[in-house]
Nanobody, 127 residues
Framework: QVQLVESGGGVVQAGGSLRLSCAASGLSFSRYAMGWFLQSAGNEREIVAAISCSGSSTHYVDSVKGRFAISRDNAKNTVYLQMNSLKPEDTAVYYC????????????????????WGQGTQVTVSS
């Protein structure tokens, strides 16, 4: 049974930092591209950052470039999202997702492409 478990969310003041973790089990982690998505109230789920199977390729939405960093540790079956210089508009539920890759070299942007999802972790940035 595949499980993705996010942790690290919370309440932080604007300008602060959080590090989200997503621990995966029940899958061959290194064969999955990973992504972090956010969903705020009344809005659809959207990509924040994505990383290829090996970690050699990454993608960021423009609004987080220079502030957020996605990384992965395939030995620990974990993907991370380091969030710095947080803004109130970053407030949302953050989800990690996994997409099986035959080739392994690409990042995956669209939520519909992902095979598995975590339960989400709330991030609240106060002004």
């Amino acid at each position: 049974q595949v499980q993705l478990v996010e942790s690290g969310g919370g309440v932080v003041q604007a300008g602060g930092s959080l590090r989200l973790s997503c621990a995966a089990s029940g899958l061959s982690f290194s064969r999955y591209a990973m992504g972090w998505f956010l969903q705020s109230a009344g809005n659809e789920r959207e990509i924040v950052a994505a990383i290829s199977c090996s970690g050699s390729s990454t993608h960021y939405v423009d609004s987080v470039k220079g502030r957020f960093a996605i990384s992965r540790d395939n030995a620990k079956n974990t993907v991370y999202l380091q969030m710095n210089s947080l803004k109130p508009e970053d407030t949302a539920v953050y989800y990690c997702a996994a997409d099986f890759q035959l080739g392994g070299g690409t990042t995956v942007i669209g939520p519909a492409a992902y095979d598995y999802w975590g339960q989400g972790t709330q991030v609240t940035v106060s002004s």
